[in-house]
């Protein structure tokens, strides 16, 4: 999960749009994205299978 989809419990809105005190706060303990921190669990999965295909292509190769 990414931290872009937290919910404040305070207010019921998304963390990332600081609409309370509480998400303020919160958003300020986040730590900043880093080089996945875009990266969705989706496009991490094709990259897994594009590696793999990758993989077994270069192995058949040899």
């Given amino acids: ?3 872009d989809r937290l ?3 305070n207010c019921a809105a998304p963390v990332n749009e600081g609409r309370c005190p509480v998400c303020r706060a919160s ?3 986040l730590p900043e994205n880093g080089l996945f921190g ?3 669990p989706a496009a991490l999965v094709a990259l897994l299978v594009a590696l793999i295909a990758l993989t077994l292509l270069v192995h058949q190769a040899a």
């Fill in 27 to 29: 958003r300020e303990r």
């Fill in 1 to 3: 999960m990414t931290y």
């Fill in 7 to 9: 919910v404040c419990a």
């Fill in 38 to 40: 875009q990266v969705t």
